[in-house]
């Protein structure tokens, strides 16, 4: 059974950083290519970053260089967050990927929480 646990989300000025982890189970993790998704309130979740099982980063325009995506070799994906914005502000998902860049299993935890305030 697929287990997604996020956590590291919180409240913050623009401007500052956060870092967000998430321990992912279910599934033989170093085979499978693991990303980032968020939904704003009366949003539609939206892809954020990807990260291939040999390293390669992927993101979407809107957080190029300033959020990175890294994993470990055992479980745990994390997302640095820097130079947040008030538009960030979302519930964080993380995801196996079914598909690269950005078609995931359908399998989600309970996220994890970020507001930036102006």
């Known amino acids: 059974q697929v287990h997604l646990v996020e956590s590291g989300g919180g409240l913050v000025q623009a401007g500052g950083s956060l870092r967000l982890s998430c321990a992912a189970s279910?599934?033989?993790?170093?085979?499978?290519?693991m990303a980032w998704f968020r939904r704003a309130p009366g949003k539609e979740r939206e892809f954020v970053a990807a990260?291939?099982?040999?390293?390669?980063g992927y993101y979407v325009d809107s957080v190029q260089g300033r959020f990175t995506i890294s994993r470990d070799d055992v479980k745990m994906v994390y997302l640095q967050m820097n130079r947040l914005k008030p538009e960030d502000t979302a519930r964080y998902y993380c995801?196996?990927?079914?598909?690269?860049?950005?078609?995931?299993?359908?399998?989600w935890g309970q996220g994890t929480q970020v507001t930036v305030s102006s």
């Open positions: 995801a196996f990927l079914r598909a690269w860049p950005q078609t995931p299993f359908d399998d």
């Open positions: 990260i291939s099982g040999g390293g390669t």
């Open positions: 279910g599934r033989t993790f170093s085979r499978f290519h």
